[in-house]
């Protein structure tokens, strides 16, 4: 099993920034971390993905202003995220990625980030 908890979120003004961390609990190797979002009456989006080998990937949306990083241990993902939109307020959730004998997934409880204009 894998357990992820996040924090960070909040509410915050147009232009602001908010970082996010997601402390991961394994007893299995994940080789990818990625946070993702859904905004209300939306379907959740992917917005940054990173690899033990610290590879990133992001939406182009975010390009440019968010950044996702993780710690020596690996069992911890940020995601800086700068010169928010109020487009960006969501419920944004931490994802692992691991082998137990097959491809799983694991998700976080979300964290509410609100962008106010």
């Known amino acids: 099993q894998v357990q992820l908890v996040e924090s960070g979120g909040g509410l915050v003004q147009a232009g602001g920034s908010l970082n996010l961390s997601c402390a991961a609990q394994s007893l299995f190797s994940i080789f990818q971390m990625a946070w993702y979002r859904q905004a209300p009456g939306k379907q959740r989006e992917l917005v940054a993905t990173i690899t033990t080998e610290g590879r990133t990937n992001y939406a182009d949306s975010v390009k440019g202003r968010f950044t996702i990083s993780g710690d020596n241990t690996k069992t911890t993902v940020y995601l800086q995220m700068n010169s928010l939109e109020p487009e960006d307020t969501a419920v944004y959730y931490c994802?692992?990625?691991?082998?137990?004998?097959?491809?799983?997934?694991?998700w976080g409880q979300g964290t509410q980030v609100t962008v106010s204009s």
């Open positions: 994802n692992a990625k691991y082998y137990a004998g097959r491809l799983c997934d694991s």
